[in-house]
C-alpha cells in the first residue's frame, strides 16, 4: 500500500519502519527532518498525504493532530475520497470526533488507533492497538496493524479507542503510583529495593508495569521510554474526560501532582519512572 507516515519520533520511527520492512511504499514527514532508509521523505505533511491510500500520524498531542491534519500544509489538503486517516496518537476523545467529522468531509475515513507496547513493542512489531471506528475499515487495515503489532482490538466506533487508551493509561500511572510509594516506603524501614522487586515478581502483586520498569528503577535509567511529559499529557486526558463524564478520579489527581513536581524538577523529558525519585524526595 501507499502510506503516508507522519511524526518519527520514539514510536513513529520505528513504526514507519516496519512498514517499510513490510514491504508497503511509505513517505514519512517529521516536524525536524529524520530520513528513514527504504522511504520517502517529504517537506509538509501535504506533500507526504498526495496519492497515499493511508494517511498514519503518531504524534505528541491533541494540538499537534489538529495542527499536522488541518494546518498550514497540512494533510488535509491531500485527501482523497476512500483515503484511511489512522491517528495512533493518545488525544481527547472528544477531539477524535471532531477531526473525524472534519476529515469526512473529503470523503476520507477516520480510525483512531492508539497503541500499547512502548518503545521496544514499536521496535519489535508487538504493539497492541486500542482501535475506535467503522468496522469495514478497520479490516481494511488489518494487514498493516498485524506488520506493526501482535494484536489489534476494536474497541467500538470513532473515539472509542482514545476513550479505552487514557484508561489504560490510568492503570499504568496508578499502579507505578503504588509501586513508587511502596519503594519509597519500605526503603526508610530499611528494606532494599532489589529485594522488595524480587517479593513483587513471586506474587501476585506482580504486574507488567512493575516488571517492564522495575530494572529501569534499580538501575535508575531515566532514558525515555514513555517520556513524563507525555504521561502528564495523558493524565491531564483522564481528568478532563472525567470531568466531562461526571466521574470522581481522586486519586489521579494526587498523582497528577507528584507528576508535576517532577516536571519542576527537571525530568519532563526522562522517563515516567523517574517519579520514583520525586516520590522519594516528596
Not at 475506535?132 to 498485524?146: A, N, R
Not at 510509594?181 to 506482580?206: D, Q
Request: some cysteine; overall charge neutral; glycine content about 8%.
Amino acid at each position: 500500500m501507499k502510506i503516508a507516515y507522519l511524526g518519527l519520533g520514539i514510536m513513529g520511527r520505528p513504526m514507519a519502519a516496519n512498514l517499510v520492512k513490510a514491504g508497503h511504499e511509505v513517505t514519512v514527514w517529521n516536524r525536524t527532518t529524520k530520513p528513514l532508509e527504504g522511504a520517502k521523505t517529504a517537506a509538509t505533511p501535504a506533500e507526504a498525504a498526495k496519492g497515499a491510500e493511508v494517511v498514519w500520524l503518531c504524534v505528541a498531542d491533541t494540538a499537534a493532530v489538529e495542527q499536522v491534519l488541518f494546518g498550514a500544509d497540512g494533510a488535509a489538503q491531500s485527501l482523497q475520497p476512500g483515503t484511511i486517516v489512522v491517528d495512533s496518537s493518545t488525544i481527547a476523545p472528544q477531539a477524535t470526533l471532531d477531526f473525524a467529522a472534519r476529515v469526512r468531509t473529503k470523503g476520507a475515513e477516520f480510525v483512531d488507533a492508539p497503541v500499547t507496547g512502548s518503545k521496544i513493542g514499536a521496535e519489535n512489531a508487538q504493539l497492541l492497538f486500542i482501535v475506535g471506528g467503522p468496522e469495514k475499515t478497520v479490516e481494511k487495515l488489518s494487514p498493516l496493524f498485524l506488520a506493526l503489532g501482535k494484536k489489534f482490538i476494536r474497541v467500538g466506533e470513532t473515539s472509542a479507542g482514545e476513550s479505552a487508551k487514557i484508561g489504560m493509561n490510568l492503570m499504568i500511572a496508578s499502579i507505578f503510583e503504588g509501586f513508587a510509594e511502596a519503594l519509597a516506603l519500605t526503603g526508610a524501614l530499611g528494606v532494599k529495593p532489589e529485594i522488595l522487586v524480587e517479593l513483587i515478581n513471586n506474587s501476585m502483586i506482580k504486574s507488567g508495569v512493575t516488571d517492564y520498569k522495575s530494572s529501569f528503577v534499580l538501575t535508575q535509567d531515566w532514558t525515555a521510554n514513555f517520556p513524563l511529559r507525555l504521561m502528564l499529557k495523558d493524565i491531564r486526558l483522564m481528568l478532563a474526560a472525567a470531568e466531562g463524564a461526571k466521574v470522581k478520579l481522586p486519586a489521579l489527581g494526587e498523582i497528577k501532582k507528584v507528576y508535576e513536581q517532577a516536571v519542576a524538577d527537571g525530568h519532563a523529558n526522562d522517563d515516567y519512572a523517574v517519579t520514583v525519585e520525586t516520590v522519594k524526595k516528596l
